[in-house]
């Protein structure tokens, strides 16, 4: 069995950074794309970033500029660096991975941006 687990969220004020972890564990034989996904309240879940095995990333417009995304292909794990963070970017953060050709979660963690 695969498991996510996230790491890094918190309450920080606008302006301010932080950076999500997302470690895989269990009987992995291979890795696909990664990426990180928000649920802000009230509005449905949506793509921020992604990144493949090469390293090619992909970041959706409202972030750009101000995430970034990275892996490391070793540790089976995914990271994203958040700077300038607004009130906007207020949501529930979820890591996903696709791992021995199935689609996995993380559980989520929260990230709220306030002063």
């Known amino acids: 069995q695969v498991q996510l687990v996230e790491s890094g969220g918190g309450l920080v004020q606008p302006g301010g950074s932080l950076e999500l972890s997302c470690a895989a564990s269990?009987?992995?034989?291979?890795?696909?794309?990664m990426g990180w996904y928000r649920r802000a309240p009230g509005k449905q879940r949506e793509l921020v970033a992604s990144?493949?095995?090469?390293?090619?990333?992909n970041y959706a417009d409202p972030v750009k500029g101000r995430f970034t995304i990275s892996r490391d292909n070793v540790k089976n794990a995914v990271y994203l660096q958040m700077n300038s963070l607004k009130p906007e970017d207020t949501a529930v953060y979820y890591c996903?991975?696709?791992?021995?050709?199935?689609?996995?979660w993380g559980q989520g963690t929260q990230v709220t941006v306030s002063s």
């Open positions: 269990g009987r992995i034989f291979g890795t696909n794309d």
């Open positions: 990144i493949t095995p090469g390293g090619r990333t």
């Open positions: 996903q991975m696709v791992i021995n050709r199935s689609n996995y």
